[in-house]
Each structure stands twice: as C-alpha cells, then as structure tokens.
C-alpha cells in the first residue's frame, strides 16, 4: 500500500488533535507516514502509533528557521522518493502555503481548506460562505490536500511508528526569507482557535472591550473567544481572534454566537461548525437561521446564566 | 523602490455568488469588486512609496470587466497598471494563477511584490507562496508589519502564537492581512487623474505565459460536481423569559457538551 504523508503539527512534542484526525483520513488513502519537523519526536510518536502512523520521517528543527520553502522541499523530496500516494496537511495559514509550494515543485495540485476526503481522493469543500458543496480533485501528480481541522472525526488505529530520520539539505534559494525571532502572544489556557472543538464568539452585542462575558462562558467550556469583525473593527477584541471571511475559519463541534448578526462575512469562518447555538437581541438576526438552538435576548444576562449553569453541571 | 501589487477582482460576498456548468466562477451572476484584502496590499505600498519613493505598478489577472477593479486600485493612489487578460486564462485554478502571474512579472522591473493573504472568493491562501516558489524570491507571507531598509525587509509574519520575525534581501513576495493598516479612500481628484493613468494590455502570449499550462482544460484542480449546500435543520428558537441560560445548558447537556 503506497504511503501517504501526514505533516504533524506538534509543540514542542505535543501532538496537536488536528494530526490525529489527518492520520484517520490518510488511512482511507494507504498507509500513514508521520513527518516530524523539529524535536520531541521521541515523545509524540506514541500518539503517532496510537492514530496508525507506521513511519514517522524526523527532519532537523534548522527547517524552521525559514519561512516555508524548507518544509516544502522536504514533503516533495519524501513524496518522491516514496513515491507518496498524497500528502495531507491541516488547512492553518502556513501549512496551506507549504501544501502549494510543495504540489509546484510537484508539478502536481493543491485542494486547501477541504472537509472531508475518500479513499479515491476526492475533496469535499464549502465553498461561498458555506452555500455550496462542491467535490474536487487533483489532475495528476501526488495531491496535497489540506484538511480543515475538526474535519474528519479522529479514530484510533495502532501503527508502528517506526521513526527514520530524515537528512535535508536546505536549498540557498530556500534560505531566502530567516526568521530572527518567534513573538508568543498571550492567550492564557485557551484552545487555539481554529483547532478548538468550541467557540465562543462575541460580536457587537458585547457592546464594548470588556468581552469578560464571552471570555467567562468560554472558560467554563474550555472553549476558544472568537470575535465578529464589527466587534474587531470597534477595537474591543484583538484582530487575530475575528472569525469570518477576513479572518480566521472555523469548524468546530460546537460555536456559540453572543451578539452577533450572522453577516454572510461571518458566516464564511464559521458555516461548517457541527452545532451552533445563537443569542440575539434581534429575532430577525440571520445568525437564527444557522442555529441549531437559539435564544431572543440579551446577551449580558443570557451568557452568565448560561455560564453558571455549565459551572453548576461540572 | 518600485512595487508591483496584485490585484484581484471579486464576485461581491453580498451578492449570490455561482458556479457556471463548467464549475468556474459565473462572473455575470455578481457584481465583481476589488479583492478587500487588496487594498490593504495597496496601502501598503503606498505608504512604502512614500517613505521610499518609487513608483507602484497594479498588475492583475481577469477578464475585461476587471478594468473596474484596476481603475479603483489606480485611484488610491498606485502609478499604471499591468493587465493581464486572454480567454486562454479563463478557469485557471490558484497555482495557474501564480504561475501566469511570475510570468507576467517577468515583464515589469519591481523590487517588491505585495498581495493579500487570501482572495474573498476562492480563499486558497496559497497564491503568494507558489508565486515566491515560481519567481525563486524570499516568502515574507501573512505580514502584519512591513519595514524596508535599503536592501534590506523585515515583517511580522502573523503565527497562530503571535508572529514571526523575518528578514530577508529584496527582491520579495510579500502578502499582507487585514488590518495592517488603513486603505485610505480614493479622493475625487485621484479618482479623475485615476482615469489618465496608462494600463497596459498583455496577453498571454505578450506576458511570456505558455498557454497549455493556463485555463480550466490544463488545470491542476478539476472541481467534480458543485450543489447547493443541504440546508440546515431548522432549529429551537426560543425567546429569553429569565430562563434563556438555562435552556441552552439544557440543550448544551441533551448534546453532552456539559
């Protein structure tokens, strides 16, 4: 069975959900092989073997000192020698831009932000703001496929994880762009966003920056805060967490919208979302035509009762 | 500095955007705008002509009707414009796209390529790095901040975890996200002298572009079937009578969330 290539997202050794569930979709396809950029290979590779990976290829962390191009040579030069039936990546900003550098040294094809995926490798998509499914594949070559997180349900599967590591020579043209430094902003014990299985989002509902009533009801969930763009735009929520058509696309399994309209731009980040429960002040808000469970009023005292009762249930 | 920005044009996300039968965009269906991240790639760039002088050249890609979006791009401010237009290009996917694109800056003399992160349509995200890949130039993508010192760039390259620091040599490809900056809008005066700027006409043949790797038949992506999206369950909605919270925790637990 041809292998198919799985790029683990991890930090610092910690294998992150979304890898998981790429490692269940790869089973469709053939056999999983991890690729593993950096350290802590070591201790991720039980949860590698424990989702069916039976290769984990080990690159140096040197890869990461360049902005994409070195991991994009690395895929292609694994997938060719390999002779990779595909090669899956999670549909984050950067690894979409390792997923198309990496299917043109290919000569191959790129499918980004893809919902689901079969064993023939056709790819689902929500496409326009979610008011179409449309089904794609790659022309030739090995395809690169990037599947949304929260996409495609992780199910357990024991693999070997044999590890082999991996020597890479760093192109100069790959050297290009260095990256000096790495900035880490705070955002406390939350999930990150486009990987959380629930989201919280505050829109203009919220009604000023203090966004301690979303911040709260998403802390009693463990739940990622996202923000409407109006909410963004009027400077009360950092621009990074704005889920919609400019910011970042969700799916997660659960998405609560507190004050927020449902403006087709919004709904573009966040349409897929398995379940979603709305609070409006506005009946007519659009957002009540998406929620499987909705409740006219105001936000301020609908999401602490919520809240409360969550904390009372633990 | 001379900084060529790309240059999208857009169904409007507030119109009823289609398909057409072949499942490439229905450009009739909508009214089509300028790529919104787009202008905060011109903005950029303006503000770097202004700090480092130079001029800024508009180039996009797209059938005649994306004249609409050339003209606004050359109102806030941008120098001439680049078009790249043949029924050759028709349904070519984002790695086409980028490749047809290298080709065509092949054509202009630039120190710095700008873009936005992502087209409100497609929104592959992958049409600055294949294009870095195509050109062999540094990849500053994502950027949040953008500095020029001589020869020398630097950006902020927004990371799930904050942002990255990166440097490289120009000539580069950089992409840039929302909320870099302001895109200032265009004064009537500019808008007048927007209609005088020149905007050269290039085929595909003119840009350098080998026609059998471009448009749908050639295309890396073959999009199967496209349907409208099942509609969603109605759902329970309830109007809050003090109980609004608790409802939803009902619910919230019915679905074994809590």
């Known amino acids: ?314 | 500095m001379n900084i060529v920005v790309l240059v999208k044009q857009v169904p409007d996300t507030a119109t009823e955007r289609k398909l057409a039968d072949d499942h490439t965009l229905d450009r009739a269906a909508s009214d089509g705008v300028i790529n919104e991240l787009d202008e905060y790639a011109i903005e950029e760039a303006l503000l770097l002509k202004e700090k480092h002088g130079g001029e800024v050249t508009i180039l996009s890609m797209g059938p005649d009707q994306a004249t609409d979006s050339i003209r606004k791009a050359l109102s806030m401010g941008a120098d001439k414009a680049v078009h790249v237009n043949d029924e050759a290009l028709k349904g070519s996917d984002a790695l086409q796209t980028a490749y047809a694109l290298s080709k065509a800056l092949g054509t202009i003399e630039f120190d710095l390529v700008v873009l936005g992160s992502e087209s409100t349509d497609a929104r592959t995200g992958v049409v600055g790095a294949a294009l870095a890949e195509y050109l062999g130039l540094p990849q500053l993508t994502l950027a949040g901040k953008v500095d020029v010192d001589g020869s020398a760039i630097k950006v902020q390259r927004q990371t799930d975890y904050g942002y990255d620091v990166v440097e490289a040599q120009l000539p580069a490809v950089v992409s840039v996200v929302e909320k870099i900056n302001e895109p200032r809008y265009p004064s009537f005066k500019l808008i007048m002298q927007a209609k005088k700027k020149p905007v050269q006409k290039l085929g595909a043949a003119d840009a350098g572009i080998d026609t059998a790797k471009v448009g749908l038949a050639a295309a890396t992506t073959q999009t199967v079937d496209a349907a409208p999206a099942p509609p969603r369950a109605a759902g329970t909605i309830v109007k809050d009578e003090g109980d609004g919270g608790a409802k939803i925790a009902a619910f919230l637990a019915d679905k074994k969330f809590v």
């Open chain 1, 1 to 314: 069975m041809a292998e198919v290539l799985v790029l683990v997202d991890h930090v610092d050794g910690e294998v992150k959900k979304v890898t998981t569930e790429l490692l269940t979709a790869a089973r469709r396809i053939g056999e999983p092989a991890a690729v593993w950029v950096g350290a802590g290979a070591d201790s991720g590779k039980a949860k590698l073997a424990e989702f069916g990976a039976e290769k984990v290829y080990v690159a140096p962390a040197e890869l990461n000192d360049y902005v994409v191009a070195p991991k994009a040579e690395l895929l292609a030069k694994l997938a060719g020698e390999k002779s990779a039936a595909a090669i899956l990546v999670s549909a984050t900003a950067e690894n979409k831009e390792i997923a198309g550098r990496t299917a043109v040294k290919l000569g191959s094809g790129v499918l980004t932000d893809v919902v689901d995926v079969t064993a023939e490798l056709v790819a689902e998509h929500s496409v326009f703001g979610g008011a179409l499914v449309t089904h794609a594949k790659v022309a030739s070559g090995t395809p690169v496929v990037a599947i949304r997180p929260n996409s495609v349900p992780a199910e357990p599967a024991s693999g070997a994880a044999a590890v082999e590591e991996v020597s890479v020579e760093v192109s100069e043209a790959a050297k290009g762009a260095k990256v000096v430094e790495r900035v880490v902003q705070e955002q406390g014990a939350r999930p990150e966003l486009t990987e959380a299985a629930i989201v919280v989002s505050g829109g203009r509902g919220v009604g000023s920056d203090d966004f301690s009533v979303v911040e709260k009801l998403a802390d009693s969930l463990g739940a990622a805060v996202g923000a409407s763009r109006a909410a963004v735009d009027s400077g009360w929520y950092p621009n990074q967490f704005q889920v919609g058509q400019t910011g970042k696309t969700v799916s997660p399994n659960l998405y609560i919208a507190l004050g927020i309209s449902g403006a087709i731009q919004h709904r573009a980040g966040m349409q897929t979302s398995k379940n979603i429960v709305a609070v409006n002040k506005d009946p007519e808000a659009p957002i009540f035509e998406l929620a499987d469970f909705g409740v006219v009023g105001d936000l301020h005292t609908v999401a602490p009762q919520l809240t409360e009762e969550i904390e009372k249930r633990k």
